[in-house]
Each structure stands twice: as structure tokens, then as C-alpha cells.
């Protein structure tokens, strides 16, 4: 299996904030209209305090993705260098407690199509 997109279009970057704005013409404008962007904010939000000390909510998505059996590759983006590296750093191997795997997947989100999705 192959998972695409493990950030969510970068909100579990932990980057983005209910006031970021992108360029005219960026795809993004589109994803993240008003009504997207606050809830995926709140999804990330309440997902935050299960990072593990050192790591990232970025890291979090990909181990935890990872860290099904069924999936061989993921597919971040990786706009600059550091992105590569970190993205790279989070498929050493190392696996999260299966606690903590238990505690992720009750954030589940199977979003419904709205007028605003694409």
C-alpha cells in the first residue's frame, strides 16, 4: 500500500495557523478554504500533545502511518531540504508505542465531500 499525502496538505505540519494565506493561483487557496482550515487546525490541535519529546507532528503522521504493516511507501511533500531530512529522519524504523498507535487511530477523520471540496 501506498499512502499519500500522510500531512494532510501540510496541517499536521504544525506550520499552519487559522491566519496563514498563500498567493493567488496557489493550489492551497482551494484546499484550505475558511472552513477546512479551522477544522484541520482543531484536528491537529488536539493531536499535538501526543508527540513524543523530540519529535514532531509531522514525524508523528508518518510513523504513525508506518507503522501499519500493510503500508510499504508514503508520499510527503517535500518543498526545501530540511523537509527531505525530516521526512527521511522519521522512516528510520523506529516504531511508536503501541500505545500510543492505539491512542492515534480514535483521531480518525473520514471526512464527508462539502461544496468546498475538490
Known amino acids: 500500500m501506498i499512502a499519500r499525502v500522510p500531512c494532510d496538505e ?23 478554504v475558511p472552513e477546512n ?13 501526543q508527540v513524543p519529546a523530540g519529535s514532531t507532528l509531522s514525524a508523528l503522521a508518518l510513523r504513525f502511518i508506518l507503522s501499519n504493516p ?27 508505542p503501541e500505545t500510543l498507535v492505539r491512542q492515534l487511530r480514535a483521531h480518525r477523520w473520514d471526512r464527508e465531500p462539502t461544496a468546498w471540496s475538490q
Open 70 to 96: 500493510a503500508v510499504s511507501t508514503i508520499i510527503p511533500g517535500m518543498r526545501r531540504p530540511a523537509h527531505v531530512r525530516a521526512n527521511l529522519a522519521a522512516s528510520d524504523g523506529a516504531s511508536l
Open 10 to 32: 501540510g496541517s499536521l505540519t504544525g506550520t499552519l495557523t487559522a491566519q496563514t494565506r498563500w498567493l493567488a493561483g496557489d493550489w492551497r487557496t482551494n484546499s484550505f
Open 37 to 49: 482550515l479551522h477544522a484541520s487546525l482543531e484536528r491537529a490541535d488536539t493531536l499535538t500533545p
